[in-house]
């Protein structure tokens, strides 16, 4: 059970949201005297805390390298005199015969090594960019301190330092071949390269992440690496990722010189994989930075990075690279259509599936669609709106109006030929809905029209093993419509207008409840189909 002084200190401390700020830190410092009688309260600052945000270290070459520095203040809600007249001092003497500084900004006076930049408005903003340039003679790895200090009248000063090095490491990656025909279940090598292009080896540490969609498990062997998972480990909608950390050290990669795992990454083909996409990537972590990514460590040993033996298979332009592994598998997508009769004679509603009867799950790459849905009206029906959910869980996809033979337009009522999109992808044994609806004219005689479904622009084989099922035919009934109280298609809609609709929904007992106080009355807003 809490202590009445712990409960009591609570009160203050909620109390203190609600008050002005010096009269919050006052709050605060009460709700910490209750809590603990005889600890002493911090005073309040009389002035305000200068800060200063800068790079800790920066490399620099013969070549000008951009650089920012920026200051604030802090009073921790004291409310003391608003600081004025700040001045920045960009302090370089110690980069002697190591690099210069430049600064062009009408605000900073002086020459040589030391650099004096001052605010005479408090409008004024609170950052100066400079550039450094490697002196000449200067050696790879020589190293300097630059030196910033903020003062004010009504605030503390401060100094933060920079290292500065002569240099600058370059990675990128190798490239890796994509594999094809893996087996369901077999596991498959993931190696890595890396090359270091620039004139200094690597002095910060390294980080290596791969992020992957389409259903790999990566082992969580190696202690410096962190592993990522979705929900459902396997499933081809569940991301998964690697992150490994290496040291500045015995890891570091020398300039020109290119290093490999010292053992590769391991990964599982889950039951489910059509194809699954791996991307992955370099980069120098500065200085103090988390480099955060997965929520398992590893229980093995560390991997580390060696000198690689041979030629390889050639190299990225840059730290980034991507492959595939495409399975021995397939997904047997299935389309399939119902008609129902609208409120009005000659009006209708068709509901689409994409069926995926599997056994691979079929999800597209990069945000494209792995298949779609080709929608033919019969003659004498025209669409009057479309069902979509903008929600990533939302029943229903986008259609998308067909022009052409190969382009799209986003909905629009009055024509026969659409295209519905599987916006992320079909699990196996799920479907992806759509709906359209619309009216028939006194021209419509029973005419069929036609469902499809076909690849779509995520260019992924869909190896479909049963034909048959991709293309199915509907109709509309003649002169019916359905009782007043047919439901109201959910989520968000887009009419002949192109705008969105309000649907009002109220449950009966609810109406009932409301003269007692206990309505439910849901307003769901549906907004404009993009």
């Known amino acids: 059970m809490r202590s009445k002084c712990t409960v009591f200190g609570a009160v203050l401390a909620t109390v203190a949201l609600a008050l002005t700020p010096s009269a919050a830190a006052a709050a605060a410092a009460a709700a910490a005297v209750a809590a603990d009688p005889s600890a002493t309260p911090s005073p309040l600052p009389t002035r305000a805390y200068a800060t200063i945000e800068a790079e800790k270290q920066l490399n620099v070459a013969s070549a000008a390298q951009s650089a920012d520095v920026s200051w604030m203040f802090w009073d921790g809600g004291a409310q003391v005199p608003v600081p004025t007249h700040d001045t ?38 609170r950052s100066v960019e400079f550039t450094l340039r490697a002196d000449a003679g200067a050696a790879p790895g020589a190293t300097g301190t630059l030196a910033y200090t903020v003062t004010a009248d009504h605030a503390t000063g401060t100094t933060v330092n920079a290292k500065v090095v002569v240099g600058i490491p370059n990675l990128i ?9 893996a087996k369901v279940g077999s596991r498959v090598d993931v190696p890595l390269r890396l090359r270091n292009t620039g004139d200094l080896a ?34 081809p909608g569940s991301r998964t990722s690697v992150t490994c950390v290496f040291p500045a050290g015995p890891d570091s990669v020398p300039a020109g010189a290119t290093v490999e795992l010292s053992s ?16 992955y ?60 009769p609208g409120r009005k004679a000659g009006e209708w509603t068709l509901d689409i599936n994409a069926l995926n009867h599997g056994p691979a799950s079929a999800y597209g790459i990069d945000d494209k669609s792995v298949a779609v849905v080709d929608v033919v009206l019969p003659k004498g029906a025209l669409a009057t709106g479309t069902a979509h959910s903008e929600e990533e869980d939302g029943p229903y996809g986008p259609c998308l109006l067909r022009e052409g033979g190969t382009s799209t337009a986003p909905f629009e009522a009055g024509h026969r030929h659409y295209l519905c999109t599987v916006p992320l992808g079909v699990a196996a044994g799920q479907s992806q809905r759509f709906e359209l609806w619309g009216k028939t004219s006194k021209a419509y005689d ?12 995520a260019g992924i084989p869909l190896h479909d093993p049963d034909a048959s099922n991709d293309s199915v035919t509907f109709a509309f009934a003649f002169g019916t419509s359905a009782t007043p ?19 009002l929904l109220a449950t009966a007992a609810g109406c009932a409840a409301l003269l007692g106080g206990g309505a439910v009355i849901a307003v769901r807003r549906r907004r404009r189909s993009h």
């Open 88 to 125: 920045l001092v960009i302090d370089a003497r110690d980069l002697e015969g190591v690099a210069s500084v430049a600064v062009d900004d009408p605000r900073c006076k002086g020459g040589g090594q030391v650099i004096t930049c001052g605010n005479t408005d408090s409008a004024q903003s």
């Open 173 to 181: 990656v190798g490239r890796l071949p994509d594999v094809t025909h």
């Open 202 to 235: 690597t002095d910060r540490r390294v980080m290596l992440r791969w992020e992957s969609a389409g259903g790999l498990v990566f082992d969580r062997e190696f202690s410096n690496c962190a592993y990522g998972e979705g929900d459902e480990p396997g499933e």
């Open 264 to 279: 590769p990454l391991t990964a599982t083909v889950g039951k489910h994989v059509l194809t699954a996409v791996t991307d």
């Open 281 to 340: 990537s370099a980069e120098l972590l500065k200085p103090g930075v988390q480099p955060g990514g997965g929520s398992h460590q590893g229980t093995g040993p560390a991997l580390t990075l060696v000198r690689a033996a041979g030629a390889g298979s050639g190299f990225e332009k840059g730290a980034e690279g991507r492959f595939t592994v495409a399975a021995d598998n397939s997904a047997d997508l299935a389309a399939e259509a119902t008609t129902k």
């Open 446 to 457: 029973g005419a069929k029209g036609t469902a499809t479904v076909r690849p779509g622009p």
């Open 485 to 503: 109280t047919a439901a109201v298609p959910s989520g968000d809609t887009q009419d002949a207008t192109g705008a969105g609709r309000t649907t």
